[in-house]
């Protein structure tokens, strides 16, 4: 079991790890909302605000930040096969290939740049518990596990870093103003804190999804014709 970090260690980490200019591509995915704003559902401001609030609350927000909160749990315990459990369900909740290929992607992306730069020993439980692709939220819960990082502090941060992201890809494809990103990240800040606390009473059984607009989209994206996103 790792040692729990400093506040200002766990917070430069977390900084670092959630920061766009970490090295997970994560710019390079909508998560459907490019097929969205085509299609007329996210059109401004409030619409956009609606949109990522059900995502979060109600979709794959609430149960990314799920597995997030048992991969942390797993690795703080040194329990390869409930990590096991959790990295294959992570996979498997996915609901289309976009989907899957962004959960991935950023997920071992985040174990590459993290096991170089910030190793940790406990990580080590990932790779002799789990020999296929890590989803992203499972990197994050086992990272921040290693590093001492508290659970509730770290789902935070990830769902901040999830909102922030999907907003920065709106901005671009509405448009919006810059400051209308920040007023829809200032907006969401409720439902960031309201779906992390979700997340931590959640059994891996109750995990479910309510948004299946956005599922549609992230299948629709995938033939859209002209797209700017991988996702």
């Known amino acids: 079991m790792a040692e729990p970090a400093a506040a200002p260690a766990a917070l430069y980490r977390l900084l670092a790890w959630m920061s766009p200019a970490y090295p997970v591509g994560a710019f390079s995915y909508s998560h459907g909302i490019e097929w969205a704003v085509e299609a007329g559902d996210i059109t401004d401001l409030a619409s956009l605000v609606d949109w990522l609030g059900l995502v979060l609350a109600e979709g794959s927000g609430i149960a990314d930040a799920t597995f997030c909160a048992h991969a942390h749990r797993a690795v703080a315990a040194g329990e390869g096969r409930a990590l096991a459990e959790v990295a294959e369900l992570a996979l498997a909740f996915q609901p289309s290939k976009e989907r899957r290929l962004e959960t991935t992607a950023q997920g071992n992306a985040f174990m590459a740049a993290t096991e170089a730069a910030w190793p940790a020993a406990p990580l080590a439980l990932v790779r002799a518990a789990w020999p296929d692709a890590v989803a992203y939220p499972v990197a994050v819960g086992a990272a921040t596990a290693a590093h001492g990082i508290d659970e ?10 999830v909102a922030a992201n999907l907003i920065s890809a709106a901005v671009r494809l509405v448009p919006l103003g810059q400051t209308d990103g920040q007023r829809a990240l200032a907006a969401l800040e ?12 959640l059994a891996l059984d109750d995990i479910g999804g309510h948004a299946l607009r956005s599922d549609l989209a992230s299948m629709r994206h995938e033939t859209q014709y002209t797209r700017l996103f991988r996702s």
């Open 152 to 161: 509730a502090t770290a789902l935070n941060a990830f769902l901040h870093a």
């Open 190 to 201: 409720p439902v960031v804190t309201a779906t992390a606390a979700a997340a931590r009473a």
